[in-house]
């Protein structure tokens, strides 16, 4: 019975793990970033110092981590030999088919290119793809903001992984 229960927990952890959006925001006017994934994980880069600091929790334990901080203690320096790996690049199908699992909830961008000529022609490429969620700007103030509120399934995210390299296999 008991491992019933510890097999259904873990099955729902993984749906949970799958279904729940992870969420990318950025917003430079209030120097707001944050990495999260709901109920597990969360990130946030806050400033500190004349830097920043990231500050975060995972299942509900709090951490701090300074990427500047000089670390104080004894480096071992090992001297390993690289081991040679071929890497094959990643296609521009599945790229294509990330791109196409993540969902722009909000994206609005007030830019500045410090070049008239270039922010005129910006300006009618900028207002036809203004939509809904996507609000696009140019300025000739020097001005430069940029919020940005994006979600992607982990699930979604690797079926279209797994669909766009099938499709690829089939194809050749």
């Given at each position: 019975?008991?491992?019933?229960?510890?097999?259904?927990?873990?099955l729902v952890?993984?749906?949970?793990l799958?279904?729940v959006?992870?969420?990318?925001?950025?917003?430079?006017?209030r120097h707001?970033y944050?990495?999260?994934?709901?109920g597990?994980?969360?990130?946030?880069?806050?400033p500190?110092g004349?830097?920043f600091?990231?500050?975060?929790?995972?299942?509900?334990?709090?951490?701090?981590?300074?990427?500047?901080?000089?670390?104080s203690?004894?480096?071992?320096q090992?001297?390993?030999r690289k081991?040679?790996r071929?890497?094959?690049?990643?296609?521009?199908?599945?790229?294509?088919?990330?791109?196409?699992?993540?969902?722009?909830?909000?994206?609005?961008a007030?830019?500045?290119?410090?070049?008239?000529?270039?922010?005129?022609?910006l300006?009618?490429?900028?207002?036809?793809?203004?939509?809904e969620?996507?609000?696009?700007?140019?300025n000739?103030?020097?001005?430069?903001?940029?919020?940005?509120d994006?979600?992607?399934?982990?699930?979604?995210?690797?079926?279209?992984?797994?669909k766009?390299?099938?499709k690829?296999?089939?194809?050749?």
């Amino acid at each position: 019975m008991i491992w019933f229960i510890l097999i259904s927990l873990l099955l729902v952890f993984l749906l949970w793990l799958l279904f729940v959006p992870v969420i990318l925001y950025a917003d430079t006017n209030r120097h707001r970033y944050v990495l999260a994934l709901p109920g597990i994980f969360r990130a946030a880069a806050v400033p500190y110092g004349g830097l920043f600091q990231i500050r975060g929790r995972i299942f509900f334990v709090p951490f701090k981590y300074n990427p500047f901080e000089q670390r104080s203690g004894k480096e071992k320096q090992k001297t390993r030999r690289k081991k040679f790996r071929l890497r094959r690049p990643v296609s521009l199908g599945t790229m294509r088919g990330a791109l196409h699992a993540c969902r722009i909830r909000t994206l609005e961008a007030d830019i500045d290119t410090d070049d008239f000529t270039l922010n005129a022609w910006l300006v009618p490429v900028f207002s036809s793809v203004n939509g809904e969620n996507i609000h696009l700007r140019i300025n000739f103030e020097g001005y430069q903001s940029l919020l940005l509120d994006l979600r992607v399934t982990l699930g979604d995210l690797l079926w279209k992984i797994i669909k766009t390299k099938n499709k690829s296999k089939f194809t050749h």
